[in-house]
Antibody, heavy 128, light 108 residues
Framework: QITLKESGPTLLKPTQTLTLTCDFS??????????MGWVRQPPGKALEWLAL???????RYSPSLRTRLTVTKDTAKNQVVLTMTNMGPVDTATYYC????????????????????WGPGTLVAVSS | DIQLTQSPSSLSASVGDRVTITCRAS??????LNWYQQKPGRAPNVLIY???TLQGGVPSRFSGSGSGTEFNLTISSLQSADFATYYC??????????FGQGTKVEIK
């Protein structure tokens, strides 16, 4: 059974750096095909995809946040860490980590990805 | 980036109603479209992936259709547990992945 949980600061001041940890169990991020993502949601607003990290350390970022984001993994600790620099009030949001599942269709040719399991989320507020 | 536009942004419906939500992509994404349900204060939960494949454990009243640029999520007979916000998300073979702006389903 896969479980995920985010942890980190609940309040930051503008310009500070956010570091969030996602602790997970039930799978290994060193296994071929595995991936973990980060998504955030400002209060009352839509979901925003931030990043994905794969078993082979391939990492993809939202272009609008690319210069501020870093995602790393520690397979021994079963953790994924998101770092976001220069936080501002607009970054106030609930941050989620999520497990990426991949699935081949019946032809075996098409490979589909989606987030099948999510952590409960952690609310991060940025205010002076 | 591929933009996803959901319609309507919100709707009011009664228990037992048939409800359809549409998601339009700014370019063809073949069938790389997923649907999530989110209830207040909770993380999203995947309902449909690959445009029309029902995730395990999801009630059969939920169904997905479409390919290319237009997709639908249909709830055949709305239940009280279905009042929530629904998001589409594309996972086409390029990044970034993106979400629609959401559709809130409320009780009439």
């Amino acid at each position: 059974q896969i479980t995920l949980k985010e942890s980190g600061p609940t309040l930051l001041k503008p310009t500070q750096t956010l570091t969030l940890t996602c602790d997970f169990s039930g799978f290994s991020l060193s296994t071929r095909g595995e991936g973990m993502g980060w998504v955030r949601q400002p209060p009352g607003k839509a979901l925003e995809w931030l990043a994905l990290i794969f078993w082979d350390d391939d990492t993809r970022y939202s272009p609008s946040l690319r210069t501020r984001l870093t995602v790393t993994k520690d397979t021994a600790k079963n953790q994924v860490v998101l770092t976001m620099t220069n936080m501002g009030p607009v970054d106030t949001a609930t941050y989620y980590c999520a497990h990426r599942r991949g699935h081949y269709d019946s032809s075996g040719f098409y490979f589909y990805s989606f987030f099948d399991l999510w952590g409960p989320g952690t609310l991060v507020a940025v205010s002076s | 980036d591929i933009q996803l536009t959901q319609s309507p942004s919100s709707l009011s419906a009664s228990v037992g109603d048939r409800v359809t939500i549409t998601c339009r992509a700014s370019q063809s994404i073949e069938k790389y479209l997923n649907w999530y349900q989110q209830k207040p204060g909770r993380a999203p939960n995947v309902l449909i992936y690959a445009a029309s494949t029902l995730q395990g454990g999801v009630p059969s009243r939920f169904s997905g259709s479409g390919s290319g640029t237009e997709f639908n999520l249909t709830i055949s007979s709305l239940q009280s547990a279905d009042f929530a916000t629904y998001y589409c998300q594309q996972s086409y073979n390029m990044f970034p992945w993106t979400f629609g702006q959401g559709t809130k389903v409320e009780i009439k």
